[in-house]
């Protein structure tokens, strides 16, 4: 009884852990796919048409696990759909919970591959304590970028 009881908990494990990538690999596909979509549009219609799509709160660049952001490589936000306080903000020395300069390596990363993951710690929506999060950053244009996270 015992050794089926361990073999049902270590199931349990293995499913709620394969259940957990599948889900991450999603969210890194739709963040991806969100960036690039915004991307298309900064060179098809430009700056301001951009900047007025992501910052819809029901536009095509939000869902329920994550939305598009834009900001220059200084670090000053250009467009944020959640938080509209954060536009026109220079952000580049915000540090999560554990001191990481992350607007700072979204920039730099940025700037040196065009595109790439961020991990950070920062809080939920509505919460206070830090939950890991990655972000996907794509450069745009020639001192811009655009991202898109997701909470692991």
Same mark, same amino acid.
């Given at each position: 009884?015992?050794?089926?009881?361990?073999?049902?908990?270590?199931?349990?494990?293995?499913?709620?852990?394969?259940?957990?990538?599948?889900?991450?690999?999603?969210?890194? =596909?739709?963040?991806? $796919?969100?960036?690039?979509?915004? +991307?298309?549009?900064? *060179?098809? /219609? #430009?700056?301001?048409?951009?900047?007025?799509?992501?910052?819809?709160?029901?536009?095509?660049?939000?869902?329920?696990?994550?939305?598009?952001?834009?900001?220059?490589?200084?670090?000053?936000?250009?467009?944020?759909?959640?938080?509209?306080?954060?536009?026109?903000?220079?952000?580049?020395?915000?540090?999560? =919970?554990?001191?990481? $300069?992350?607007?700072?390596?979204? +920039?730099?990363?940025? *700037?040196? /591959? #065009?595109?790439?993951?961020?991990?950070?710690?920062?809080?939920?929506?509505?919460?206070?304590?830090?939950?890991?999060?990655?972000?996907?950053?794509?450069?745009?244009?020639?001192?811009?970028?655009?991202?898109?996270?997701?909470?692991?």
């Amino acid at each position: 009884m015992r050794k089926l009881m361990v073999v049902a908990v270590a199931m349990f494990v293995a499913l709620c852990v394969t259940g957990n990538v599948f889900a991450n690999e999603a969210a890194e =596909k739709e963040c991806i $796919a969100k960036c690039e979509a915004a +991307a298309a549009m900064f *060179k098809d /219609k #430009g700056l301001d048409a951009t900047i007025a799509e992501i910052n819809k709160k029901d536009g095509p660049f939000v869902s329920p696990v994550t939305y598009v952001f834009l900001q220059k490589m200084d670090g000053t936000m250009l467009a944020h759909p959640m938080n509209a306080a954060l536009i026109g903000k220079n952000m580049l020395d915000t540090k999560d =919970k554990a001191g990481k $300069a992350f607007i700072k390596d979204f +920039a730099d990363l940025a *700037k040196e /591959k #065009g595109a790439g993951w961020v991990e950070y710690m920062w809080p939920k929506p509505g919460e206070e304590n830090p939950a890991a999060k990655n972000s996907y950053v794509l450069k745009i244009g020639d001192d811009m970028f655009v991202g898109a996270g997701y909470y692991k």
